[in-house]
């Protein structure tokens, strides 16, 4: 059973920066798709960024150009790198892994939090 932990999560003002990080304890490489999701209060869980099993990255409209996802296979992480971070941008993160169609690994979540 891989577990994902996430951390890095926090306070931070607008247009400042966070860096999240997600530990597995398999190997991301086996995964076919590996991302970040957030939920706000009130609203639902949306796909914020994702590694496709090409390799290639996708983000939702809202963040492209602000954030930034990554990973490191040696270390079985995956970050996801927020600039010009903006109150809207608050909910807490989910580091999540699929093997196929289906998000089916989930981390426990990090609280995300931008004042204005």
């Known amino acids: 059973q891989v577990q994902l932990v996430e951390s890095g999560g926090g306070l931070v003002q607008y247009g400042g920066s966070l860096r999240l990080s997600c530990a597995a304890s398999g190997s991301i490489f086996s995964f076919n798709g590996m991302g970040w999701f957030r939920q706000a209060p009130g609203k639902q869980r949306e796909l914020v960024a994702q590694f496709i099993s090409s390799g290639d990255t996708v983000y939702t409209h809202s963040v492209k150009g602000r954030f930034s996802i990554s990973r490191d296979n040696a270390k079985n992480t995956v970050s996801l790198q927020m600039n010009s971070l903006k109150p809207e941008d608050t909910g807490v993160y989910y580091c999540?892994?699929?093997?196929?169609?289906?998000?089916?690994?989930w981390g426990q979540g990090t609280q995300v939090t931008v004042s204005s």
């Open positions: 999540a892994a699929r093997s196929a169609s289906t998000w089916n690994y």
